[in-house]
């Protein structure tokens, strides 16, 4: 195990930052169960961090940080079983890459794959689908440190509680080191995308929904445009983008150009209308084949914090018009586009789908923009419609808003009284939205 000095950590958007009084990178599981023993009886708490894409300060700590870079061995392929177990730090994009060598792949994704699994799977990282939505909803098993040391597995058959509330944890109840995933073999998805007016898809919605296997679409703020991406399961034969038009939609519009707009909308403002329009129409329409992981994620390159939350399906329409209207209403000039996307409910007890059916509304706003006041506004629209926030990304909530927009909140909380009584791993962020 390697311990290194204590610098100043910051997350992906910069908007958090960490000063931990001792970074160790632990090996094994048992590495990670002395570094915990060790913090508890020097009275420090522990958080572990991934690849820092949260927006909110839920890995923040002032006391021991682990990070999880030297737990990325697989520890075992399962063809028939459909399962494959993994440690905990390794990125997405390396799983995605081993999976494919075995000829597997996961369910569903979410649109980037920079994160760490533990990292991911622990705030509720979600796709799209008509189906299948959480990357944790994929998960078969854990293995755990917890607040005592104890390394423990769990699983819907073994702690079930224990399974039931950490495969969505936030870190309040251990430290993962290994998960096992259900994968299925590897498969191909035709992705169609095509720009659409705001009111065609609001009026289309459901069936977008139902027809599709996964379905997305984002909103260009200050205009009635609409890009709108449906992927769905084919035979093939493979037909993936040539790399001259990866590079001009993906790399050279999405990423660069799109990076001097927003640059440009951060300088003058005002601008950022005319802007959108632009925006809204460089994307032409296309269709491509390609390997599953390949469609679900894209590069992310331009820099931006975000907000999110799930709402009830049914109220995606109303809410979205209300978005609409408070953006055309006000004062605030937002660069980027609006993200909307679907989840069928779940089991898992702090999943933002949590037993019932989701539709998810993403805002975004470029790094060193004044986010607040849009924000502020969204999430009221938001919470009107008993929404929840993703635990990695702003809001503003905390245990009291949660105890009634979630069925088992005090299950979670009773389980990581168990768990963690002292609150080894607890920091401000988790105070606040779990309470003491």
Same mark, same amino acid.
């Not at 000829?103 to 994704?109: I, S």
């Not at 105890?403 to 920091?427: I, M, S």
């Given at each position: 195990?390697?311990?290194?000095?204590?610098?100043?950590?910051?997350?992906?958007?910069?908007?958090?930052?960490?000063?931990?009084?001792?970074?160790?990178?632990?090996?094994?599981?048992?590495?990670?169960?002395?570094?915990?023993?060790? $913090?508890?009886?020097?009275?420090?708490?522990?958080?572990?961090?991934?690849?820092?894409?949260?927006?909110?300060?839920?890995?923040?700590?002032?006391?021991?940080?682990?990070?999880?870079?030297?737990?990325?061995?697989?520890?075992?392929?399962?063809?028939?079983?459909?399962?494959?177990?993994?440690?905990?730090?390794?990125?997405?994009?390396?799983?995605?890459?081993?999976?494919?060598?075995?000829?597997?792949?996961?369910?569903?994704?979410?649109?980037? $794959?920079? +994160?760490?699994?533990?990292?991911?799977?622990?705030?509720?990282?979600?796709?799209?689908?008509?189906?299948?939505?959480?990357?944790?909803? +994929?998960?078969?098993?854990?293995?755990?440190?917890?607040?005592?040391?104890?390394?423990?597995?769990?699983?819907?058959?073994?702690?079930?509680?224990?399974? $039931?509330?950490?495969?969505?944890?936030?870190?309040?109840?251990?430290? *993962?080191?290994?998960?096992?995933?259900?994968?299925?073999?590897?498969?191909?998805?035709?992705?169609?995308?095509?720009?659409?007016?705001?009111?065609?898809?609001?009026?289309?919605?459901?069936?977008?929904?139902?027809?599709?296997?996964?379905?997305?679409?984002?909103?260009?703020?200050?205009?009635?445009?609409?890009? *709108?991406?449906?992927?769905?399961?084919?035979?093939?034969?493979? #037909?993936?983008?040539?790399?001259?038009?990866?590079?001009?939609?993906?790399?050279?519009?999405?990423?660069?150009?799109?990076?001097?707009?927003?640059?440009?909308?951060?300088?003058?403002?005002?601008?950022?209308?005319?802007?959108? #329009?632009?925006?809204?129409?460089?994307?032409?329409?296309?269709?491509?084949?390609?390997?599953?992981? #390949?469609?679900?994620?894209?590069?992310?390159?331009?820099?931006?914090?975000?907000?999110?939350? $799930?709402?009830?399906?049914?109220?995606?329409?109303?809410?979205?018009?209300?978005?609409?209207?408070?953006?055309?209403?006000?004062?605030?000039?937002?660069?980027?586009?609006?993200?909307?996307?679907?989840?069928?409910?779940?089991?898992?007890?702090?999943?933002?789908?949590?037993?019932?059916?989701?539709?998810?509304?993403?805002?975004?706003?470029?790094?060193?923009?004044?986010?607040?006041?849009?924000?502020?506004?969204?999430?009221?629209?938001?919470?009107?419609? +008993?929404?929840?926030?993703?635990?990695?990304?702003?809001?503003?909530?905390?245990?009291?808003?949660?105890?009634?927009?979630?069925?088992?909140?005090?299950?979670?909380?009773?389980?990581?009284?168990?768990?963690?009584?002292?609150?080894?791993?607890?920091?401000?962020?988790?105070?606040?939205?779990?309470?003491?």
């Amino acid at each position: 195990m390697s311990s290194t000095p204590p610098l100043p950590w910051k997350n992906w958007a910069g908007n958090q930052t960490a000063h931990p009084r001792r970074v160790v990178t632990p090996r094994s599981p048992e590495e990670v169960s002395a570094a915990v023993r060790r $913090a508890a009886s020097e009275g420090m708490r522990v958080k572990a961090v991934g690849a820092g894409h949260s927006f909110t300060s839920v890995a923040v700590t002032d006391g021991v940080q682990i990070r999880p870079e030297g737990l990325t061995e697989i520890r075992g392929v399962d063809a028939e079983a459909g399962t494959v177990t993994v440690g905990s730090g390794m990125r997405l994009e390396r799983f995605n890459d081993v999976l494919a060598g075995h000829g597997l792949a996961l369910t569903n994704m979410g649109d980037i $794959a920079v +994160q760490s699994l533990a990292g991911a799977t622990g705030t509720g990282t979600h796709g799209t689908g008509r189906a299948s939505g959480a990357l944790s909803g +994929q998960i078969r098993g854990l293995e755990m440190v917890l607040a005592d040391g104890e390394i423990v597995t769990c699983s819907a058959t073994e702690n079930a509680e224990l399974f $039931a509330g950490a495969r969505v944890g936030l870190g309040a109840l251990g430290i *993962v080191t290994a998960l096992t995933f259900a994968v299925e073999p590897a498969f191909l998805l035709e992705a169609r995308e095509e720009p659409m007016t705001l009111d065609a898809v609001l009026g289309g919605f459901d069936e977008l929904c139902a027809d599709n296997d996964h379905f997305e679409f984002y909103w260009f703020p200050h205009t009635d445009s609409c890009n *709108v991406k449906r992927n769905n399961r084919t035979e093939g034969p493979a #037909k993936p983008l040539s790399k001259a038009r990866f590079l001009l939609d993906d790399e050279i519009l999405s990423n660069g150009v799109f990076g001097l707009a927003c640059r440009l909308g951060k300088a003058a403002p005002k601008a950022i209308p005319t802007i959108a #329009k632009l925006s809204s129409k460089a994307l032409s329409a296309r269709t491509y084949t390609d390997a599953s992981y #390949k469609v679900f994620t894209s590069p992310r390159r331009v820099r931006f914090v975000e907000m999110e939350y $799930a709402i009830p399906r049914e109220a995606l329409t109303s809410a979205l018009r209300e978005v609409h209207k408070l953006v055309a209403d006000g004062d605030d000039k937002v660069s980027f586009p609006v993200e909307v996307r679907i989840a069928p409910g779940d089991d898992m007890w702090l999943s933002t789908a949590s037993e019932r059916d989701s539709a998810y509304i993403a805002v975004h706003m470029y790094r060193g923009t004044a986010h607040e006041r849009y924000f502020t506004a969204v999430e009221r629209i938001m919470t009107a419609h +008993q929404g929840r926030p993703h635990w990695g990304k702003l809001h503003t909530r905390d245990a009291e808003y949660f105890a009634d927009v979630y069925p088992h909140f005090a299950d979670f909380r009773t389980l990581r009284d168990r768990v963690d009584p002292e609150r080894r791993f607890g920091n401000a962020y988790l105070r606040r939205v779990l309470g003491e």
